[in-house]
């Protein structure tokens, strides 16, 4: 089989006019039905997307080589576009992407096309073949090229690696799909040992398997090892070697840098400290940055459940402006109804989720249901030393300590097992873990995190009762600022039930200052991601539409992605943005005689301009600060 084998005619477009990367996506998408080998067109984009949103497969250079594997293809094939003018593609190396080449690999069944479609990313990483590409003057031709270049690269001869008695260095590279990226870097790296004069050998770990697989001999042999991987990879075998743990990116990119620093002498000796390890994980990686990819784990399983659940709540106050101003308000007929407990169950979910993720990050699966039971008694605020009505959730707060709670116990709970008789190894994920996670997890929770909460709610809401005849622009200072700490948490809830019980004795204004302060960090947020693209991950730049219909609904729980990754950063500026919008709301007499809604309640409000003045200059502020906390990300991030 050839690379041409899995390329058609009509899958190919030569000169391409796209202006976004979104917009590349979905043409060479579209491209690939030409191949006759989609049979969901739609599973397969979001495939695409989803490998996206790991890292670009912008490799730099001007190629992208977007992939996915999914059983919404049934045979393996190829989409190839040049794009003369370039596109802005978040290539790691941020130049513009003139070359493009999407592949599509079903599941399961023979790798045989794997093999093929790894020496089309190997190709690649030859100058004069992407300018014979880019200079193809038609389809036939442009084939052409590539079965030339196939056949002189991939002879017979050239295939079957030499036998050497002792290498200078090795390197390991993989991805997480295990198609392109990992014999680009394999590529870079052998073309600078060739020019450098070293005697190298690279394993490559991709999704048919292991190739060229180190032997013991030669690792023993070696002066040092490159792991550029973005995947878990065997390295305990590296135990007492010098070790350089990269992504692969950089195997791409760096390739000469790496292995002049392989034969320095002055790289950390690697130390085992299990079976199997993830490179990203690896002696490298700080303690902040571990964290950092705990929580980001989370954030990222969480996002989809804060989004689907906070639009769906949106819609039911859209769909429900006759009883604006009701308690009833987003359930008032059969619609809403119906929107606002779907949206209002998947929202509730987001906690579990968070706390979930970030302990399977941690200590792997069988931390991920200690992590979840966590994050919900974080939700529900379960104290068995407090009577019922005193249980007050502890908010994303509570389901960041259990993430990591869940996470750590269980890392113990594994360490505390590992001397059992061997007979017993295999009840431990199916009961030992569970059991004594769950346990573990349930008593740290109800009697340690929970219960403090209440006690700090019951505080507040004492103080803020007292306070309340004194100056009302520091009142609603206060009480917007409190909307913005712990989005959803007990200081949250607090200012809310506070205003909501205002109500009560006619006191709309302080309604109104509390809802301004809960609509401003969605909004900051979308403000930010909006005009300062460069602070954030494509991710995260994809929310922004989201975060205004949350933020102008009232769904304060729409930033809390952003806070659970940056809290230092996040917090403060969407708690100083909601302090300007509770407090001018104050001073312009705004009142709202409706506890939730946001925008949707306009109409029953007092001074609702002033209002809206209140929330834009809140954003602004909020969105202003988090420009200048927030540093530029670097290209590849």
Same mark, same amino acid.
């Not at 979840?372 to 994303?396: D, H, I, N, R």
């Given at each position: 089989?050839k690379?041409?084998?899995?390329?058609?005619? %009509?899958?190919?477009?030569?000169?391409?006019?796209?202006t976004?990367?979104q917009q590349?996506?979905?043409?060479?998408?579209?491209?690939?039905?030409?191949?006759?080998?989609?049979?969901?067109?739609?599973?397969?984009?979001?495939a695409?997307?989803?490998?996206?949103?790991?890292?670009?497969?912008?490799? /730099?250079?001007?190629?992208a080589?977007? @992939?996915?594997k999914?059983?919404?293809?049934?045979?393996?094939g190829?989409?190839?576009?040049?794009?003369? &003018?370039?596109?802005?593609?978040?290539?790691?190396?941020?130049?513009?992407?003139q070359?493009?080449f999407?592949?599509a690999? *079903?599941?399961? /069944?023979?790798?045989?096309?794997?093999e093929?479609?790894?020496?089309?990313?190997?190709?690649?990483?030859?100058e004069?073949?992407?300018?014979?590409?880019?200079?193809?003057?038609?389809?036939?031709?442009?084939?052409?090229?590539i079965?030339r270049?196939?056949?002189?690269?991939?002879?017979?001869?050239?295939?079957v690696?030499?036998d050497?008695?002792?290498?200078?260095?090795?390197?390991?590279?993989?991805?997480?799909?295990?198609?392109a @990226?990992?014999?680009?870097a394999?590529?870079?790296?052998?073309?600078?040992?060739?020019?450098?004069g070293?005697?190298l050998?690279?394993?490559?770990?991709?999704?048919?398997?292991?190739?060229?697989a180190?032997? &013991?001999?030669?690792?023993?042999d070696?002066?040092?090892?490159?792991v550029?991987?973005?995947k878990?990879?065997?390295?305990?075998?590296?135990?007492?070697?010098?070790v350089? +743990?990269?992504k692969?990116?950089e195997?791409? @990119?760096?390739?000469?840098?790496?292995?002049?620093?392989?034969?320095?002498?002055?790289?950390?000796?690697?130390?085992a400290?299990? #079976?199997?390890?993830?490179?990203?994980?690896g002696?490298?990686?700080?303690?902040w940055? #571990?964290?950092?990819?705990?929580?980001?784990?989370?954030?990222?399983?969480?996002?989809?459940?804060v989004?689907?659940?906070g639009?769906?709540?949106?819609?039911?106050?859209? +769909?429900?402006?006759a009883?604006?101003?009701?308690?009833?308000?987003?359930?008032?007929?059969?619609?809403?109804?119906?929107?606002?407990?779907? %949206?209002?169950?998947?929202?509730?979910?987001?906690?579990?989720?968070?706390?979930?993720?970030?302990?399977?990050?941690?200590?792997?699966?069988p931390?991920?249901?200690?992590?979840?039971?966590?994050?919900?008694?974080?939700?529900?605020g379960?104290?068995?030393?407090?009577?019922?009505?005193?249980?007050q959730?502890?908010?994303?707060?509570?389901a960041?300590?259990?993430?990591?709670?869940a996470?750590?116990?269980?890392?113990?709970?594994?360490?505390?097992?590992?001397?059992?008789?061997?007979?017993?190894?295999?009840i431990? *994920?199916?009961?030992?873990?569970?059991?004594?996670?769950?346990?573990?997890?349930?008593?740290?929770?109800?009697?340690?995190?929970?219960?403090?909460?209440?006690?700090?709610n019951?505080?507040?809401?004492?103080?803020?009762a007292?306070?309340?005849?004194g100056?009302?622009?520091f009142?609603?200072?206060?009480?917007?600022?409190?909307?913005?700490?712990?989005?959803?948490?007990?200081?949250?809830?607090t200012?809310?039930v506070?205003?909501t019980?205002?109500?009560?004795?006619q006191?709309?204004d302080?309604?109104?200052?509390?809802?301004? /302060?809960?609509?401003?960090? *969605?909004?900051?947020?979308?403000?930010?991601t909006?005009?300062?693209?460069?602070?954030?991950?494509?991710?995260?730049?994809q929310?922004?539409?989201s975060?205004?219909?949350? /933020?102008l609904?009232?769904?304060?729980?729409?930033?809390? *992605?952003?806070?659970a990754?940056d809290?230092?950063r996040?917090?403060?500026?969407?708690a100083? %943005?909601?302090? =300007?919008?509770?407090?001018?709301?104050?001073?312009?007499?705004?009142?709202?005689?409706?506890p939730?809604?946001?925008?949707?309640?306009?109409?029953?409000?007092?001074?609702?301009?002033?209002f809206?003045?209140?929330?834009?200059? %809140?954003?602004? =502020?909020?969105m202003?600060?988090?420009?200048?906390?927030?540093k530029?990300?670097?290209v590849?991030?």
């Amino acid at each position: 089989m050839k690379i041409t084998d899995l390329l058609k005619e %009509g899958a190919i477009l030569l000169g391409a006019d796209v202006t976004s990367k979104q917009q590349t996506i979905e043409q060479a998408v579209a491209l690939m039905q030409a191949n006759g080998n989609v049979q969901d067109l739609s599973v397969y984009k979001q495939a695409v997307l989803a490998r996206e949103e790991q890292s670009s497969t912008g490799v /730099g250079e001007g190629i992208a080589i977007p @992939h996915a594997k999914t059983a919404a293809i049934t045979a393996p094939g190829l989409a190839a576009m040049t794009i003369p &003018a370039g596109v802005d593609y978040d290539s790691l190396d941020g130049l513009p992407v003139q070359l493009l080449f999407l592949i599509a690999a *079903p599941e399961g /069944g023979a790798n045989e096309h794997l093999e093929i479609l790894s020496r089309l990313s190997t190709m690649l990483m030859d100058e004069t073949f992407r300018k014979d590409l880019l200079a193809a003057g038609n389809k036939e031709e442009f084939l052409q090229i590539i079965d030339r270049a196939e056949a002189a690269s991939f002879t017979e001869e050239n295939q079957v690696p030499q036998d050497k008695a002792q290498y200078d260095v090795l390197a390991v590279t993989a991805c997480p799909t295990g198609i392109a @990226h990992t014999f680009m870097a394999a590529e870079a790296l052998e073309k600078a040992a060739e020019k450098a004069g070293i005697s190298l050998k690279v394993e490559t770990n991709g999704s048919a398997g292991i190739k060229n697989a180190l032997t &013991a001999q030669e690792i023993a042999d070696a002066k040092c090892i490159i792991v550029a991987a973005d995947k878990a990879v065997e390295i305990n075998r590296f135990n007492g070697k010098r070790v350089i +743990f990269v992504k692969v990116s950089e195997g791409i @990119h760096r390739p000469a840098e790496l292995l002049e620093q392989a034969l320095q002498g002055d790289v950390p000796v690697f130390e085992a400290a299990c #079976k199997t390890q993830a490179a990203e994980n690896g002696p490298k990686d700080t303690a902040w940055r #571990k964290i950092y990819k705990y929580l980001m784990n989370g954030v990222s399983h969480m996002l989809p459940f804060v989004i689907g659940g906070g639009i769906l709540i949106a819609l039911s106050f859209l +769909f429900d402006s006759a009883n604006a101003g009701t308690p009833q308000f987003g359930t008032g007929n059969p619609l809403s109804s119906f929107l606002n407990q779907i %949206g209002g169950l998947a929202f509730g979910m987001m906690f579990p989720i968070l706390a979930g993720y970030i302990a399977m990050a941690i200590a792997d699966r069988p931390a991920l249901m200690p992590g979840m039971v966590g994050g919900f008694l974080a939700k529900t605020g379960l104290s068995l030393s407090l009577p019922q009505e005193m249980w007050q959730p502890s908010g994303f707060l509570g389901a960041l300590a259990a993430g990591f709670l869940a996470g750590y116990i269980m890392l113990a709970l594994r360490k505390l097992t590992s001397r059992l008789p061997a007979s017993l190894e295999g009840i431990k *994920p199916m009961l030992l873990y569970p059991f004594l996670g769950i346990l573990a997890m349930g008593a740290v929770m109800v009697f340690v995190v929970n219960p403090p909460m209440a006690w700090l709610n019951t505080a507040m809401n004492e103080f803020l009762a007292n306070m309340s005849t004194g100056s009302k622009v520091f009142l609603g200072l206060l009480l917007g600022g409190m909307m913005s700490v712990d989005f959803g948490g007990p200081i949250n809830k607090t200012a809310y039930v506070f205003g909501t019980a205002s109500l009560a004795s006619q006191q709309y204004d302080i309604m109104a200052a509390v809802m301004a /302060g809960g609509m401003v960090p *969605p909004l900051a947020i979308a403000l930010s991601t909006l005009f300062f693209k460069n602070r954030y991950t494509q991710s995260e730049r994809q929310t922004t539409a989201s975060n205004f219909v949350m /933020g102008l609904s009232f769904i304060t729980e729409g930033a809390i *992605p952003f806070a659970a990754a940056d809290p230092l950063r996040v917090i403060p500026s969407c708690a100083i %943005g909601s302090a =300007v919008a509770g407090a001018l709301s104050m001073w312009f007499g705004c009142g709202s005689p409706a506890p939730h809604g946001g925008i949707f309640v306009a109409g029953v409000m007092t001074h609702a301009g002033y209002f809206v003045i209140s929330l834009l200059a %809140g954003a602004l =502020v909020g969105m202003v600060l988090l420009a200048l906390l927030k540093k530029p990300l670097p290209v590849q991030e």
